[in-house]
Structures are given as structure tokens and as C-alpha cells.
């Protein structure tokens, strides 16, 4: 069977909010969506439902004449979804939210509510448990100077938010010691994952990303996503057949369907986002100095040969200007300040700095935004092996002329999945993707 068949529902299963009553909805389903998202702290998903009527007695009157979904349930938002998915391929997992009700989904909202005689239809729009406890918790205590961050994140994912549905959460090695303040966790962990530090590779590659895949809450250096060996190579070739880079032909499920480029650089933004170069400068209320220009001077050249890449050609930074030796690397596009933390949320006298900016602040900024080089959007057969901060393979034909049945080796090579979104409906399934990467070209480098 081909992943770009019909869906196979094996479970879409709604309970009520007071959890007492039931109804299968896999007959009514029309479309279905689930998304993933690596700057997200939520999974989600979407359901289109058709309904005839005359499927649950009324919650008021079990006895009494059946009504349809939306008033006999009642769908009032809460309700819990046990879905199962198969994988449209032998051997493919399941997208399976079913067995264990920590698994559920929920009903955070209903819209598109149209009822006629004797049909009525309705979307639900879904959230991870969570998502719903992150509303009504508050990060309230103090955490320690002396612990590390990813400690500080697990300590949050099971006292506070009180999941056991953990993935991975990366090491960091830099400490830093914070008081709740009554924020949320979701919005407090993803403070925390701009100011982590990998343990690996240093403070050349700062910058964390905190998200929620179906595997559990992901706190993952961005270094560590990047460095992952390719999951799948996929193809695309605007004829029938594809051939992959050993001229052989490839598989209609590993096939690119369509793709667009939705960005390719974008100098300024990042000029002013300070990308290339900074000047940091920080004040030390202890002795009222300020940072050493020297010091405080931050140049993407310094970093750039230390941290991994998706691409394998070398970012090349035009000139200031016309006859001038300097790149736009050389001159700090942005100003960064702050007063640097000494002591303050310690009971006993201390002169020790929590946490040191200068090792995260502008390294962060750097990651972050040099992962937006190159954006594509791209879809596929649908692949629930797939997930969100995954590697990828993709390869498009060069636009030559020639009858030689090569590959763009620029555009061609390793990307980061950002988002995914898998399309089910009662024709088909497919998975759309929003892929990025931070440089060009292919990257022939071994991978873990």
C-alpha cells in the first residue's frame, strides 16, 4: 500500500469531559491533521467531523430519543480524543495516542459549527494535556545558582507541569540560578533554552530549542539537532521517475511531491538582528566597570569553524562598502547590553556571577538566526516516522540543459525539519514540512 493512500483509522475514539461517556468517530472523520513544532511547546492537531445525527443519546436523558454529536455529547471543550493512526507502509509506526489516557489529546476548542437537517459538521481543535496544566501552573520557586539548566528544566517538566512524558533534554554546562516570578512553564522554559550552553561543544554553539514531540518534551541543543545523521533521502524530479545521486531509480515514497522556496537570506534582518557581529556591554555593579571593548566584541568568524553545519559551503559576507577591506562580519551591526547578575538572589553575601552573558548571548542569536538561512516548504507521501527536529535528505534536479541526470549541488543537501504537519483524509495522507538549514551546499561529512 502507497503512504499517499487513504488514511486507516484504527482509533478516533471521544469522551466526554465528565469522562463517563463515549463515541467512535472514525466514520464521520473527513480530514485530520497533527503538527509538530521545534519552536512550539505543544503538539496539536485538527479534526473535520461529519455527522448525521441520531449517534449518542442525550447526556440530560440516556433514555431518551439520540441526538448528534455536538449537543449529545455535549461538545463543550475539555472532551479527551484516543486516536490511533496506522502507517500507511508495512513497517512505518503508528501515529498512536490511544491506551494510556496521559496520551489523550484534548478538545481546546470547537469551531466551524454548521448544523442543518439531519448533518452537522464541526472541527476540534486539539492540545496535549499539558498544554491545558501549563495554563494553571506557575513557576513560583527559586532554583539554585549552582544547578545546571537542564536540571532546572526536568525539575519543571515533573514538579510543575507534572508530566512523565519526557524525551530528550540535552546537558548544558553552563549554571544559572533564576527565580520563578508566577510565569507559566511553558513560557519559563523557553527563557531557559535561549541561555543553555551544550556540554559537547561549548559556548560557540549556545542556543537551545524546547518543543514537544509525540516522544515526549525535547530540550535540545540546536548543535545536537544539526549533527543527527539524515533520517530519509527525498527526491524530487518533475517526471514520473526520480533517480537518487547513484543514478538509480527512487522510490514513489520517498518522492518530493512539490516544494517552494519560502526564503533565501535575508541580509538586513539579520544585520539588524546582530547575526554576523555584535558589541556586547555589560555592567558590573559590584565594582562599576563596564565590559572591555575588546572583550565585548562579538564576530561570527571567531565561532563559525567550531559548531556543526547542515550545509557545506562557508557563509561569504559581501563588503561594508565599495573598496573597503572589511566585511559586514568586521562591524557590529548591534549593541547589546546588560547588568550583569552578582548576587542578587543569594541569601549570604556573594560576589560570584550567575551565569556569564558573554558565553550565550550573542552565540544564541547567532544559532538561532543563521538557522533561518535557507527555507523550504516541502511535500511528501506521508512518513509518520517523521518528526519534528529530525534530519532530512532532499535532492533537486539542476537547471541545466544538459541530459546528464544530476543534482543542484547547491541547493541540494542535509535540512532540519522545523515543522511538520500530516495530512489525512478519506482520498489520501501526505506530510507537508517546513525544512531549514544554515548554510549551502552538500555537507559529505560522517554524521553520528
Known amino acids: 500500500m502507497m503512504s499517499i493512500s487513504k488514511s486507516i483509522y484504527e482509533e478516533l ?6 469522562q463517563k461517556r463515549t463515541v467512535d468517530i472514525k466514520t464521520g472523520v473527513i480530514a485530520l491533521e497533527y503538527f509538530e513544532d521545534i519552536f512550539s511547546p505543544t503538539i496539536t492537531a485538527r479534526v ?3 455527522n448525521t445525527g441520531n449517534t449518542i443519546s442525550s447526556f440530560k436523558d440516556q433514555d431518551g430519543e439520540k441526538q448528534s454529536i455536538y449537543n449529545g455529547l455535549p461538545l463543550r471543550g475539555g472532551e479527551r480524543l484516543s486516536m490511533k493512526i496506522a502507517g500507511n507502509v508495512p513497517g ?6 490511544s491506551n494510556n489516557p496521559k496520551k489523550y489529546l484534548y478538545v481546546s476548542s470547537i469551531t466551524d459549527v454548521i448544523s442543518e437537517a439531519q448533518q452537522e459538521s464541526f472541527t476540534l481543535n486539539l492540545v496535549s494535556r499539558e498544554a491545558i496544566t501549563n495554563e494553571t501552573s506557575r513557576v513560583s520557586r527559586k532554583y539554585s545558582t549552582s544547578s545546571k539548566i537542564s536540571e532546572s528544566v526536568r525539575k519543571i517538566l515533573t514538579d510543575v507541569l507534572k508530566t512523565d512524558s519526557i524525551g530528550t533534554i540535552d546537558e548544558t554546562s553552563n549554571k544559572y540560578g533564576f527565580i520563578g516570578n508566577m510565569r507559566k512553564p511553558f513560557t519559563t522554559l523557553i527563557w531557559l533554552a535561549s541561555k543553555g550552553v551544550p556540554v559537547v561543544s561549548g559556548d560557540a554553539t549556545a542556543g537551545f530549542v524546547f ?3 509525540r516522544d515526549g518534551f525535547q530540550f535540545r541543543a540546536i548543535d545536537n539537532l544539526i549533527s ?8 524530487y524530479s518533475p517526471t514520473t521517475v526520480s ?9 514513489n515514497e520517498f518522492k518530493i511531491l512539490n516544494y517552494s522556496t519560502e526564503k533565501n537570506q535575508n541580509l538586513v534582518e539579520k544585520l539588524r538582528l546582530g547575526t554576523y557581529a555584535s558589541q556586547r556591554i555589560f555592567f558590573n555593579p559590584l565594582n562599576f566597570t563596564f565590559t572591555d571593548p575588546k572583550e565585548g566584541l562579538f564576530k561570527l568568524e571567531k565561532y563559525s569553524n567550531k559548531t556543526n553545519n547542515l550545509g557545506g559551503t562557508d557563509l561569504q559576507l559581501p563588503k561594508i562598502s565599495e573598496g573597503s577591506n572589511l566585511s559586514l562580519g568586521d562591524a557590529p551591526s548591534r549593541i547589546i547590553t546588560a547588568i550583569l547578575d552578582i548576587g542578587t538572589i543569594e541569601k549570604e553575601v556573594s560576589k560570584s556571577e550567575n551565569a556569564d ?8 542569536l547567532m544559532r538561532y538566526n543563521i538557522l533561518f538561512t535557507q527555507s523550504l516548504s516541502v511535500m511528501i507521501p506521508v512518513n509518520t516516522d517523521l518528526r519534528a527536529g529530525d534530519v532530512i535528505e532532499c535532492l533537486f534536479p539542476n537547471n541545466s540543459k544538459s541530459d546528464k541526470k544530476e543534482h543542484d549541488s547547491e541547493t541540494s543537501g542535509l ?3 522545523k515543522e511538520l504537519c500530516h495530512h489525512f483524509n478519506v482520498n489520501n495522507s501526505y506530510t507537508s514540512m517546513k525544512l531549514l538549514r544554515d548554510t549551502f551546499g552538500v555537507n559529505n561529512k560522517e554524521r553520528k
Open 48 to 50: 473535520k467531523v461529519v
Open 13 to 18: 475514539v471521544l469522551e466526554s469531559n465528565d
Open 357 to 364: 552573558p558573554s558565553l550565550y548571548q550573542s552565540q544564541s
Open 243 to 251: 533517480y537518487n545521486d547513484n543514478n538509480e531509480k527512487v522510490d
Open 211 to 213: 518543543y514537544q514531540t
Open 92 to 97: 512505518r509506526e503508528s501515529l498512536d495516542f
Open 415 to 417: 535540512y532540519m525539519i
Open 228 to 235: 543527527q545523521k539524515s533520517k530519509a533521502t527525498y527526491v
